[in-house]
């Protein structure tokens, strides 16, 4: 399957004659593809705009086109196609019925999580944040921040196979101390909803 998109998108580009960030006239709709059927790694999309524009605009690139897709894919599932979509999908998320839970609990923290550890597939990601009490601009920026950290650690994991010679320890420092900051961030917000709901019980 992969190698059919590589060759499809490669006859693309010399057709159309796209260069440059155009690619994602190509990597947008295969993104929404791969977040509402999933039938490839959303990996394939991020090589894809690594061997045609380098690392860091590779994975910029491939952030975009995973944001747009996850976003659309939620609004499609809550507003338009919810039944479609809770009928088409009900068993594959009673499979992930603990981590439809953290959802629940944990909001916009789980969704990061989910999107930077693969553990289920984007698109499951998507229709569990739609069906969630996740709203909707909550799950916007946990979105965009969960597609930045997924990319960010496959760029890492990728890039030396495609560039060997490239210096990585820039993109590898940088990603540390943004994970830190999620850190920092997630236990600082526990601990303030620790103090609200025990306010509210006292």
Aim: aromatic share 14%; glycine share 8%; with cysteine.
């Amino acid at each position: 399957m992969n190698e059919w998109i590589e060759q499809i998108t490669g006859w693309l580009l010399a057709v159309t004659g796209i260069e440059g960030f155009g690619i994602l006239l190509i990597t947008i709709p295969l993104a929404l593809l791969q977040g509402t059927i999933g039938f490839f790694p959303f990996a394939t999309i991020v090589m894809l705009n690594i061997s045609v524009l380098g690392v860091m605009n590779g994975l910029l690139a491939s952030w975009i086109a995973g944001s747009v897709a996850g976003m659309a894919v939620y609004l499609l599932c809550k507003f338009m196609f919810a039944d479609w979509f809770n009928r088409r999908w009900l068993s594959k998320l009673q499979k992930y019925e603990r981590w439809q839970q953290s959802l629940n609990r944990y909001g916009v923290w789980a969704v990061i999580f989910l999107r930077t550890v693969p553990i289920m597939p984007n698109n499951l990601i998507s229709f569990m944040s739609a069906v969630s009490n996740l709203k909707t601009h909550s799950y916007t920026w946990s979105n965009i921040v969960g597609n930045l950290s997924s990319i960010w650690l496959f760029g890492i994991l990728s890039a030396s196979i495609i560039f060997p010679g490239e210096d990585l320890r820039l993109l590898i420092l940088s990603y540390v101390l943004f994970l830190l900051m999620l850190l920092v961030l997630f236990f600082v917000r526990q601990r303030s909803m620790m103090k609200k709901d025990g306010g509210m019980t006292a």
